[in-house]
């Protein structure tokens, strides 16, 4: 600095932080990291003698963890259902009620979730939605005038065809006999009866949340993508994707309606094409739904700083997931940081996603038991360290 050069001003006005992190599925739930991120830069923050503002909004993606973050923006509490799980055995599950009482989120994985038949041998071709409708009818029996339906983390590739059977409808094989639940049958489907369709299904407004852009069939499909995660073998998938495109056949022949290339119809083992065919529904990505849900467009445009994360980052987080859709709702001038339990991306990744950095919660050599057991403390130490480096 030459003796006539002056320092740089000191900021004025506060810098003006969004924080908008997903859960760090099971360590930390989306409020949780939410806290702990605000508190921890708060804290770096006051270090260095910054004023900031924060803004801490927990977030999700259409998938696990959806129903826990509306629920707490809302502050409301979920409301217990007795249903079945994925292979028809009784399980307590969940949905969420928004304050006025006129939107229920409900989620897939709540009654047709993996983690809920972890115990068991996985059984792709007979896993089933059925247990949702229990759900859904929770919800139209609470009188809501729309229902938010989150995809991601299921059991089935069944199409849907369980969950619109629990509502009343008949999926029939040639000989006029109802075929039994899974996507395995569903070669033999002849034809659907809707005669008994909870009417009051149709008066409500579907809003379908999902994290993927897949569509129905093919290599790109639910059975061929998310199938083997399911525990479905080559030739178990190969029957399950034939028996999706005959229910697509089944369903366009009756209704009209060609939803099979719709991206994102392939996600949860393709739940929403059965609902899709008969009722109005809007299949929105699950980032969005939940942005305009809470708002978070206008906190996100306004912030000069987001702070985000999530348990794993990533070449799946740039498709669709939270860090996704915070990059793209951000405004123009904001720098993004990510916080995450690991950093999978490699720099060349990181720079082309627009992401500033990416600090991962490690402290060291751990396991992912020892890093779930102190994810808000280390998400905390995290933020404090983003906020010393970052407000210098």
Same mark, same amino acid.
């Given at each position: 600095?030459? $003796?006539?050069?002056? $320092?740089?001003?000191?900021?004025?006005?506060?810098?003006?932080?969004?924080?908008?992190?997903?859960?760090?599925?099971?360590?930390?739930?989306?409020?949780?990291?939410?806290? #702990?991120?605000?508190?921890?830069?708060?804290?770096?923050?006051?270090?260095?003698?910054?004023?900031?503002?924060?803004?801490?909004?927990?977030?999700?993606?259409?998938?696990?963890?959806?129903?826990?973050?509306?629920?707490?923006?809302?502050?409301?509490?979920?409301? *217990?259902?007795?249903?079945?799980?994925?292979?028809?055995?009784?399980?307590? *599950?969940?949905?969420?009620?928004?304050?006025?009482?006129?939107?229920?989120?409900?989620?897939?994985?709540?009654?047709?979730?993996?983690?809920?038949?972890?115990?068991?041998?996985? =059984?792709?071709?007979? #896993?089933?939605?059925?247990?949702?409708?229990?759900?859904?009818?929770?919800?139209?029996?609470?009188?809501?005038?729309?229902?938010?339906?989150?995809?991601?983390?299921?059991?089935?590739?069944?199409?849907?065809?369980?969950?619109?059977?629990?509502?009343?409808?008949?999926?029939?094989?040639?000989?006029?006999?109802?075929?039994?639940?899974?996507?395995?049958?569903?070669?033999?489907?002849?034809?659907?009866?809707?005669?008994?369709?909870?009417?009051?299904?149709?008066?409500?407004?579907?809003?379908?949340?999902?994290?993927?852009?897949?569509?129905?069939?093919?290599?790109?499909?639910?059975? #061929?993508?998310?199938?083997?995660?399911?525990?479905?073998?080559?030739?178990?998938?190969?029957?399950?994707?034939?028996?999706?495109?005959?229910?697509?056949?089944?369903?366009?022949?009756?209704?009209?309606?060609?939803?099979?290339?719709? $991206?994102?119809?392939?996600?949860?083992?393709?739940?929403?094409?059965?609902?899709? *065919?008969?009722?109005?529904?809007?299949?929105?990505?699950?980032?969005?739904?939940?942005?305009?849900?809470?708002? #978070?467009?206008?906190?996100?445009?306004?912030?000069?700083?987001?702070?985000?994360?999530?348990?794993?980052?990533?070449?799946?987080?740039?498709?669709?997931?939270?860090?996704?859709?915070?990059?793209?709702?951000?405004?123009?001038?904001?720098?993004?940081?990510?916080?995450?339990?690991?950093?999978?991306?490699?720099?060349?990744?990181?720079?082309?996603?627009?992401?500033?950095?990416?600090?991962?919660?490690?402290?060291?050599?751990?396991?992912?038991?020892?890093?779930?057991?102190?994810?808000?403390?280390?998400?905390? =130490?995290?933020?404090?360290?983003?906020?010393?480096?970052?407000?210098?």
């Amino acid at each position: 600095m030459t $003796p006539t050069q002056k $320092p740089a001003p000191a900021a004025t006005r506060p810098l003006n932080v969004a924080i908008v992190p997903d859960s760090f599925k099971g360590s930390a739930r989306a409020s949780e990291v939410a806290s #702990a991120l605000a508190g921890g830069f708060a804290k770096g923050a006051a270090s260095r003698k910054r004023d900031v503002e924060i803004t801490a909004v927990p977030f999700a993606d259409g998938g696990e963890g959806t129903l826990e973050a509306l629920i707490d923006a809302w502050g409301t509490e979920a409301i *217990s259902v007795q249903t079945t799980d994925a292979l028809g055995r009784p399980v307590a *599950s969940r949905l969420g009620l928004s304050a006025d009482g006129k939107i229920a989120v409900v989620e897939a994985a709540e009654a047709a979730g993996l983690p809920q038949v972890s115990d068991v041998e996985r =059984r792709p071709l007979e #896993a089933t939605t059925y247990g949702l409708g229990a759900l859904v009818s929770r919800a139209l029996e609470l009188g809501v005038s729309q229902i938010i339906l989150c995809l991601g983390g299921s059991a089935t590739t069944d199409g849907g065809t369980g969950l619109l059977a629990a509502l009343g409808a008949s999926f029939l094989d040639a000989d006029g006999a109802k075929l039994p639940a899974g996507g395995g049958v569903l070669q033999n489907l002849a034809s659907i009866d809707v005669s008994g369709l909870d009417p009051r299904a149709a008066n409500v407004q579907w809003q379908i949340a999902c994290d993927v852009t897949n569509p129905l069939l093919g290599a790109k499909g639910a059975a #061929a993508v998310f199938g083997p995660q399911k525990g479905a073998s080559q030739e178990q998938v190969q029957l399950l994707d034939a028996g999706l495109a005959r229910l697509a056949d089944v369903l366009e022949a009756d209704t009209g309606r060609k939803l099979r290339e719709q $991206p994102g119809m392939g996600a949860a083992g393709g739940l929403a094409i059965s609902l899709g *065919s008969y009722f109005q529904v809007d299949l929105v990505p699950g980032w969005d739904l939940v942005a305009k849900v809470l708002g #978070a467009h206008g906190i996100l445009e306004g912030a000069d700083l987001v702070l985000t994360g999530e348990g794993r980052l990533d070449s799946q987080s740039l498709d669709g997931k939270v860090v996704s859709g915070v990059l793209q709702a951000a405004g123009e001038n904001a720098e993004v940081i990510v916080v995450a339990g690991s950093v999978d991306l490699t720099d060349e990744q990181l720079e082309e996603s627009g992401i500033l950095a990416a600090y991962s919660i490690a402290p060291g050599p751990a396991t992912l038991a020892e890093l779930s057991a102190q994810t808000p403390s280390l998400v905390e =130490r995290t933020a404090f360290s983003v906020a010393r480096t970052y407000l210098r």
